[in-house]
């Protein structure tokens, strides 16, 4: 069988149909030409079978054009018959219409009519009605048959509806409210005792007759003023305690009169459940009602049995406790609620906690009044140097005890939504004790004599000692406010989920917002936005007053130590020496012979054992590491000698001596710094007071070029720079009269030019 689809192909290509043609199905046995051939002949059968279909098609095509021609001439006769019965048909109902108009306007005032005939004979007759109801219901009440009365009434009531247009009639709407208002005081009494016993049976029939005569609200009404009267009498209850009652005595009454109230709700929520429509929210509103009949002279408790306690650190604990026990009976009336519109729901849960509300947007306050209450049981005594410094650091635990024991009140009383206003009280909590400690500074330095002129015979220990120890304790408090506060940020995060909503928005599904006004909400939203920013302080000011106290005690550190030293040195410019002439001997003694001053020893001694005073605080170096820049007395010492017309290359080249050393000390940095600073300060007093020298004699220099080798010997073992302005001074003190020249420039030239005048050169 041949394929014929290939010559339907618009790119027929004959030389390849030809060539498949050959390649494919040959016989083996058969040649190029007999298969050609055979090919060929197919050829042939198939354009002859496909000229006879087409000439069959092409006949019968022929034969069916007539019989389609006389088709679409039928359907042509018909639709123009079908047009002109269409047009015929509209003429005749246009006619129709213009003479039905005037028949038409006819019967709908015919119909008008009849309607204001009904309307009037339905008048009438609920006029009728109306007439012997209210001849019959005088009956009806002397017979108290209250179900007949509210039937009598509905119907009256509903031709009251019918007959509302008519003036005549104005004069039986107020018959009714009568007839209505004494139904209701005629069956009040019955409808109480109903109330009371429990009847439901009979509390049904009353339900019933209050919807006929429409007055559900007013039954419901009577119901929430019944259910008051204990909740009053167990409120009241409290008033029959013995006198002198206290806070805590009305805080052990809550949870009492809570218990008897949720037994009494619950008695009601079965009751109420069997008696009254499942639609109406009935319990929600007797719990409103409960709640609020008490509202006022719970916030009138409050304030007389708390805010007005004496006792100031029982005034928070007891208003958290009382807050405490209201909103866990909130969390059960939710629960008991929950079926509830949610509207009504909350509504209650607000009205249970709202007497709360006031003292929330003053927390800050309270926590603040009682925080410095705190502080004042762990202020610190000022009773003797070694004493007080054990003091401060006794007090440090619970410091730290109270702030975070005020977070656990922030979250209790407000869930933290009170979080900023806890903030700036524990800053200022915090503010406060370093005040105290700025006060115990300037007690120590008394104690030390730090700041009189007494002469200092030896070095105390002891005072030294204690310094130390005092730094130790602020570096424990920069550490320990660091790490509260983060506790404070992380513990703020956790809470910050359940006040925000996932757009950052005040959660107003959540009992413990219900006291944020718009303003407040405002600022917390606002607050807690920024809580996870780092950069965020949340105790700014405490650590700023720390920094600066910080300055205060590495004063008092420095000033302990180099008090003895401050002594020794002070009387060097007064010394007798410095103008005298030697003793004239047969022997002409070098300068060698020379001895240190006493004073100048008494120095050399003290530096010698320095760091064995310092090896004991080894173990807690980093507990007393501190920054060179911020010791104000150094810096002071450095630039004392500025009005001297000493350059201030000086004071430049030991700052830089110092960053130095602090860069190269690693191991023990705390020892190296502190005893670099009393040797610079050392080498900085020393040359003020030689500065100070009014006259050198030859003598008087050589005694000093001794005593200033000397307290260089000294400082040599600590791998402290000299101090270039001192090496300088010995330089021109130690030359020769006769070769006595200035040399170098800025520093130099000017130390030279004033030991010149010293001098008398």
Not at 498 to 505: A, E
Request: glycine letters at 2%; a negative charge.
């Amino acid at each position: 069988k041949m394929d014929l689809d290939a010559f339907s192909d618009e790119n027929f290509q004959l030389k390849a149909w030809i060539n498949t043609a050959l390649s494919e199905g040959k016989p083996p046995e058969d040649s190029i030409e007999q298969h050609a051939s055979t090919l060929v002949i197919k050829l042939q059968m198939m354009s002859l079978d496909l000229n006879n279909s087409l000439e069959e098609l092409s006949n019968q095509a022929l034969q069916s054009v007539p019989k389609a021609v006389r088709e679409i001439e039928k359907v042509r006769r018909e639709s123009t018959d079908l047009k002109k019965k269409l047009k015929k048909n509209s003429k005749y109902l246009k006619r129709v219409e213009d003479s039905t108009v005037d028949s038409l306007k006819f019967i709908a005032e015919l119909d008008r009519v009849k309607m204001r005939l009904e309307m009037v004979h339905n008048g009438l007759k609920e006029a009728d009605k109306l007439a012997r109801t209210s001849e019959n219901i005088e009956t009806l009440f002397a017979q108290r048959n209250h179900t007949k009365i509210a039937d009598e009434l509905a119907m009256m009531e509903n031709s009251m509806k019918i007959l509302s247009g008519v003036p005549e009639f104005e004069q039986k709407k107020r018959d009714l409210t009568m007839y209505q208002n004494r139904l209701e005081g005629q069956m009040r009494p019955q409808l109480l005792q109903a109330f009371n016993s429990l009847d439901i049976e009979s509390t049904m029939q009353f339900i019933d007759i209050f919807k006929k005569i429409g007055r559900m609200d007013q039954l419901l009404q009577h119901y929430y003023k019944c259910r008051l009267v204990p909740v009053e009498q167990m409120w009241n209850a409290f008033d029959r305690i013995p006198e002198n009652v206290s806070s805590q005595d009305f805080v052990n009454w809550l949870p009492t009169f809570y218990d008897e109230l949720l037994l009494l709700l619950n008695t009601e929520s079965s009751w109420a459940l069997e008696v009254f429509p499942r639609d109406q929210p009935v319990i929600a509103h007797l719990m409103l009602e409960m709640v609020q009949s008490v509202t006022g002279s719970f916030k009138k408790r409050l304030e007389i049995f708390i805010l007005k306690s004496e006792d100031v650190e029982k005034r928070l604990e007891d208003l958290i406790s009382a807050y405490l026990i209201t909103y866990n009976f909130s969390k059960t009336i939710r629960g008991i609620l929950n079926s509830s519109d949610a509207e009504a729901r909350d509504g209650v849960i607000r009205a249970i906690i709202e007497p709360y509300f006031s003292y929330q947007d003053d927390y800050a306050e309270f926590e603040l009044k009682y925080l410095l209450f705190q502080l004042e049981k762990i202020k610190p005594k000022m009773s003797g140097y070694a004493h007080t410094i054990s003091e401060v650091d006794d007090s440090i635990p619970k410091l730290f005890l109270k702030s975070e024991a005020s977070f656990d009140r922030c979250v209790k009383f407000t869930a933290a939504t009170e979080a900023a206003g806890l903030t700036a009280s524990l800053s200022r909590y915090f503010e406060a004790y370093v005040k105290i400690l700025s006060e115990i500074v300037v007690y120590l330095r008394e104690e030390s004599h730090l700041e009189s002129e007494i002469t200092t015979t030896y070095f105390d220990w002891n005072l030294f000692s204690g310094s130390l120890q005092f730094l130790q304790i602020m570096n424990k408090i920069i550490f320990k406010l660091g790490n509260f506060e983060k506790f404070l940020r992380s513990n703020l995060v956790q809470q910050k989920n359940s006040i925000l909503t996932k757009d950052g928005k005040i959660n107003p599904n959540s009992a413990d917002c219900y006291h944020l006004s718009l303003e407040k909400q405002k600022s917390v939203v606002q607050f807690f936005s920024n809580i996870d920013n780092a950069a965020f302080k949340l105790l700014a000011g405490p650590t700023q007053a720390l920094e600066s106290f910080s300055a205060d005690v590495y004063s008092l550190v420095f000033d302990t130590a180099f008090h003895f030293i401050r002594s020794k040195l002070e009387d060097i410019p007064k010394l007798e020496v410095w103008k005298s002439e030697p003793v004239k001997s047969v022997m002409n003694l070098p300068s060698f012979s020379l001895n240190p001053s006493k004073q100048i020893i008494q120095v050399g001694e003290h530096l010698r054992t320095l760091p064995s005073y310092l090896e004991p605080f080894l173990e807690n170096d980093a507990a007393l590491y501190f920054d060179p820049k911020s010791l104000k007395q150094l810096d002071d010492l450095l630039h004392a000698n500025r009005d001297d017309n000493i350059d201030d290359q000086m004071s430049n080249a030991m700052s830089n001596e110092s960053d130095e050393e602090a860069e190269a000390e690693t191991e023990n940095r705390f020892a190296v710094q502190w005893v670099s600073a009393i040797v610079r300060g050392t080498m900085a007093l020393y040359l003020q007071k030689i500065l100070e020298i009014p006259e050198l004699s030859d003598h008087g220099c050589k005694q000093l070029d001794v005593d200033i080798s000397y307290i260089f010997k000294v400082l040599s073992v600590y791998e402290v720079p000299i101090d270039a302005a001192l090496l300088h001074a010995q330089k021109y003190i130690s030359k020769n009269r006769s070769d006595f020249e200035i040399s170098g420039d800025g520093m130099e030239t000017r130390i030279g030019n004033i030991i010149a005048s010293k001098r008398g050169i």
